[in-house]
T-cell receptor, first 114, second 115 residues
Framework: DGGITQSPKYLFRKEGQNVTLSCEQNLNHDAMYWYRQDPGQGLRLIYYSQIVNDFQKGDIAEGYSVSREKKESFPLTVTSAQKNPTAFYLC?????????????FGPGTRLTVT | AQKVTQAQTEISVVEKEDVTLDCVYETRDTTYYLFWYKQPPSGELVFLIRRNSFDEQNEISGRYSWNFQKSTSSFNFTITASQVVDSAVYFCALSGRTGTYKYIFGTGTRLKVLA
């Protein structure tokens, strides 16, 4: 089955530690995205990548970093510089980075930092 | 600026009732796309529909229907004969060239269907 996998489902970290969230897709999509979801708010774009070895900041990139070394993988690192890292993180992909194509989402990772 | 407003934070209905979820958008783009996604308790957003700005035909898919009206900048979603499995958070989203391929999401409407 084609789809997007994110692991783990739940992640706990101590404040001051960097943590990397995994996102893998086997849909052969060029574009991948990371969103953050907080209670009562819509999804906010952190980073997106249109193609391998290329990525752009979204609306809330501060305190986050990404890499896109393989088409299938788009890991997100939440650094200690992110002031409020506790949130639900969703990875998505689309055929290409276009306003037309729908995005497909993974099951999400809920990160709790204490 | 682009904006999506889902004024209904939470709606509760009894099973078999019809329910309409509202979505109002703002954009300066002449070409844009509107989407609806469902987020069940599992967390994964599920794509429901895409509508482009040049197609104002209403669409029906089973118990789901969508009403797109450019005159009022609205793209409302109706579930007919609701079921408990429809309980979820529903998001409306907008994309257009001004947004550099990103979606602008509304804050979502939580629908609770009671048995």
């Amino acid at each position: 089955d084609g789809g997007i996998t994110q692991s783990p489902k739940y992640l706990f970290r101590k404040e001051g530690q960097n943590v990397t969230l995994s996102c893998e897709q086997n849909l052969n999509h060029d574009a991948m995205y990371w969103y953050r979801q907080d209670p009562g708010q819509g999804l906010r774009l952190i980073y997106y990548s249109q193609i391998v070895n290329d990525f752009q900041k979204g609306d809330i990139a501060e305190g986050y970093s990404v890499s896109r070394e393989k088409k299938e993988s788009f890991p997100l690192t939440v650094t200690s510089a992110q002031k409020n890292p506790t949130a639900f993180y969703l990875c998505a992909s689309s055929m290409v980075a276009s306003e037309y194509y729908e995005q497909y989402f993974g099951p999400g990772t809920r990160l709790t930092v204490t | 600026a682009q904006k999506v407003t889902q004024a209904q934070t939470e709606i509760s209905v009894v099973e078999k009732e019809d329910v309409t979820l509202d979505c109002v958008y703002e954009t300066r783009d002449t070409t844009y796309y509107l989407f609806w996604y469902k987020q069940p308790p599992s967390g994964e957003l599920v794509f429901l529909i895409r509508r482009n700005s040049f197609d104002e035909q209403n669409e029906i898919s089973g118990r789901y229907s969508w009403n797109f009206q450019k005159s009022t900048s609205s793209f409302n979603f109706t579930i007919t004969a609701s079921q408990v499995v429809d309980s979820a958070v529903y998001f409306c989203a907008l994309s257009g060239r001004t947004g550099t391929y990103k979606y602008i999401f509304g804050t979502g409407t939580r629908l609770k269907v009671l048995a």
